[in-house]
T-cell receptor, first 113, second 114 residues
């Protein structure tokens, strides 16, 4: 299995631009999570989906952030407009569901200048 | 919500010695406690986990203990090797697994001195 696949690996954008991060979960997994990692705040859960349905988005910092999961094999995290304080590494993880273990992708390093 | 505290933030040990990392959690409903290892430029990798119906679990040089009453759990690495150098994260969650999301500790930077 290729594991959780995220793209792009690195993204540099200017403040005010729209940014879209992409994730392909492990086939057969029905839970998907988006995390953000910074030095100050560590790993924070932003949102998670079960069977493509958003269950808890309480970790999404602002309305500028949105996430979708149109099907079982694809999810996006969008930031519009982006700000310098959004600079972080964003991880996607997937799990086979209740009782299952969560597996992380390699992350997308986002830099907003 | 859940709050996970992890100590120490940095741990330096001689190669061959043991390393212990400790975490506490606040939500008594948490029942799943995984440990992740993160190497530079990579995503966190699950190395061992324990559920609340078990007090201890071992996998070769790695062991985890859980004290539900005190709400703390620990990672023990014996006979440390240079490749053990990394950042280690503890986490806590409900629902018996990753399905409900995890709350992570701030991480421990483990340095193995040759």
């Amino acid at each position: 299995d290729a594991g959780v696949i995220q793209s792009p690996r690195h993204e540099v954008t200017e403040m005010g631009q729209e940014v879209t991060l992409r994730c392909k979960p492990i086939s057969g997994h029905n839970s998907l999570f988006w995390y953000r990692q910074t030095m100050m705040r560590g790993l924070e859960l932003l949102i998670y989906f079960n069977n493509n349905v958003p269950i808890d988005d309480s970790g999404m910092p602002e309305d500028r952030f949105s996430a979708k999961m149109p099907n079982a094999s694809f999810s996006t995290l969008k930031i519009q407009p982006s700000e310098p304080r959004d600079s972080a590494v964003y991880f996607c993880a997937s799990s086979p569901g209740t009782g299952g273990k969560a597996f992380f992708g390699q992350g997308t390093r986002l830099t907003v200048v | 919500g859940e709050n996970v505290e992890q100590h120490p933030s940095t741990l330096s040990v001689q190669e061959g010695d043991s390393a212990v990392i400790k975490c506490t959690y606040s939500d008594s409903a948490s029942n799943y406690f995984p440990w992740y290892k993160q190497e530079l430029g990579k995503g966190p990798q699950l190395i061992i986990d324990i559920r609340s119906n078990v007090g201890e679990k071992k996998d070769q040089r790695i062991a985890v203990t859980l004290n539900k009453t005190a709400k703390h759990f620990s990672l023990h690495i014996t006979e440390t090797q240079p490749e053990d150098s990394a950042v280690y994260f503890c986490a806590a969650g409900r629902g018996g697994g990753g399905a409900d999301g995890l709350t992570f500790g701030k991480g421990t930077h483990l340095i193995i001195q040759p």
